[in-house]
């Protein structure tokens, strides 16, 4: 009967703390508490800060723009926005994240979404991470995986009331501020982690890619149109800025060697006709600037760059000097190829791709 008691006092205790943080946002916008960012922690939080952080503005994408930081958004863009940016997440992941967004009830007038064409070969719902339904599924008999959630007891509760009340590390201080949400890198520390080194022990320790699921340019298009142009279309009031990420020019290297290279150009130029036609849609071009893509000091491996690049981004989408027409998709579609030819590659690179064969 006492170890019953006792046992019935600590998951009262564990609910009361878990309910009154809130550290992911499930039941009301951050408040008091500085609740934690961390990229691991993003898809466990983005449905409830889409649900509850009254902003109007959301900046959507896998990691391609995880380092993109809000404060810079709200300096170059004037947005103020939440991110829905988590590492892994396909098309239909992000899709769930817009859906979310849009039936949060807080009118939503911008969108920049964050385009990985290649990533459309890849037609399942599959994420790096777990979908928990008790955060994108907040139905009351979802609440006790909230509550009782031994992985949100452990970190994202402690370290919230560790850091509320001073204490922690620097590195967790840092991220308990909103505008680093879901930051992987900061600026200041961008030196250490891109250029040769880090791609080198990208190349070696890199995984074989995912076959694709999709298998025809029809098949990509079908998940453009459930995961992307459905919103497009649904939601005329809101301004899709859409863009291109600046992956290396390694990625086209690596994609033309793929068996599905022609589908992947045949759906870009679908993707690119469908998307530019519609009209709350820009679509910034920034994945072709050589200035950017061939500089291999910016990157980490084949598709990850400085969040100096992040900024760089942002800085393209508020001038749109980038902005594609229709008659701009040819030549983005030769420019891409092109990217992946030799002349574009450094020979250190070339070396280690050489001893892979």
């Not at 859906?99 to 964050?114: M, T, V």
């Not at 070969?121 to 790096?128: L, Y």
């Not at 520390?189 to 995912?210: C, M, N, T, V, W």
């Not at 899709?240 to 033309?256: G, M, N, T």
């Amino acid at each position: 009967m006492v170890a019953a008691g006792v046992a019935s006092g600590l998951l009262l205790l564990a609910a009361t703390l878990v309910f009154a943080v809130d550290p992911c946002a499930r039941f009301r916008a951050p408040g008091r508490f500085k609740l934690q960012y961390p990229t691991k922690h993003a898809l466990v939080m983005i449905p409830g800060l889409l649900r509850n952080l009254p902003r109007d503005s959301v900046v959507v994408g896998d990691s391609t723009l995880i380092n993109t930081s809000l404060a810079d958004v709200r300096e170059i863009l004037g947005w103020e926005a939440v991110k829905a940016t988590a590492n892994g997440s396909t098309p239909a992941a992000l899709s769930r994240f817009m859906d979310i967004a849009f039936a949060s009830g807080i009118p939503r007038r911008n969108i920049l979404l964050g385009l990985h064409m290649p990533g459309y070969a890849h037609a399942a719902d599959h994420v790096a991470f777990s979908l928990n339904p008790s955060f994108f599924e907040p139905r009351p008999w979802n609440l006790p995986g909230y509550l009782w959630n031994r992985d949100i007891l452990a970190d994202p509760l402690f370290h919230t009331l560790q850091t509320t009340l001073g204490g922690g590390k620097k590195s967790r201080r840092r991220r308990a501020e909103p505008d680093t949400m879901f930051v992987f890198e900061f600026p200041a520390e961008e030196d250490r982690y891109f250029g040769e080194a880090f791609i080198r022990g990208h190349l070696k320790s890199a995984k074989p890619q995912r076959p694709p699921d999709a298998h025809t340019a029809g098949e990509m298009m079908d998940g453009l149109e459930a995961n992307l142009l459905r919103h497009v279309r649904g939601h005329r009031e809101t301004r899709f800025e859409i863009v291109l990420p600046p992956c290396s020019a390694l990625q086209w290297h690596l994609a033309r060697q793929q068996d599905n290279w022609p589908v992947l150009v045949e759906f870009q130029r679908a993707a690119l006709a469908a998307l530019i036609a519609e009209r709350n849609v820009r679509v910034h071009n920034l994945q072709t600037d050589r200035a950017i893509v061939c500089d291999f000091s910016n990157y980490k491996d084949h598709i990850h760059y400085k969040p100096s690049i992040n900024r760089w981004l942002l800085e393209r989408v508020a001038a749109g000097d980038r902005v594609m027409s229709a008659d701009d998709i040819p030549a983005f579609i030769e420019d891409t190829t092109r990217l992946g030819d030799a002349e574009n590659l450094p020979a250190w690179l070339l070396d280690i791709l050489r001893g892979q064969l």
